[in-house]
């Protein structure tokens, strides 16, 4: 069975940096694309960034372009969203997940991913 596990998730300062890990399992981590989702309170999960298995790909959201930098370490099976410039409307809980297949039409779709680690919440203060 999948299981994705997130880390790094903490409090900071507008401005401030947080690096999150994702820790994929062996069987799976070859085949997928990883990608990170994040939903605030009160509002629907959101797409953040996701990373072919490779690392030749990348996708961001709009929102996050410039700030967030996704990556990941094949040899560690772990996949990181290092997120610098954080602002309070970042404040979430923070999901990765697993998909067999996306594309740039597609990739920020929920029902793509059908792994989900447990989240880690960030939060940012003004």
């Known amino acids: 069975q999948v299981q994705l596990v997130e880390s790094g998730g903490g409090s900071v300062q507008a401005g401030g940096s947080l690096r999150l890990s994702c820790s994929v399992s062996?069987?799976?981590?070859?085949?997928?694309?990883i990608g990170w989702f994040r939903r605030a309170e009160g509002k629907e999960r959101e797409a953040v960034a996701t990373?072919?298995?490779?690392?030749?790909?990348?996708y961001y959201a709009d929102s996050v372009k410039g700030r967030f930098t996704i990556s990941r370490d094949a040899a560690a099976n772990t996949v990181y969203l290092q997120m610098n410039n954080l602002k309070p409307e970042d404040t979430a809980m923070y999901y990765c997940?697993?998909?067999?297949?996306?594309?740039?039409?597609?990739?920020?779709?929920?029902?793509?991913?059908?792994?989900w680690g447990q989240g880690t919440q960030v939060t940012v203060s003004s």
């Open positions: 997940a697993l998909a067999d297949a996306v594309s740039g039409t597609d990739w920020s779709r929920r029902d793509k991913y059908d792994s």
């Open positions: 062996r069987y799976a981590y070859p085949d997928n694309y």
């Open positions: 990373i072919y298995k490779l690392g030749t790909t990348t």
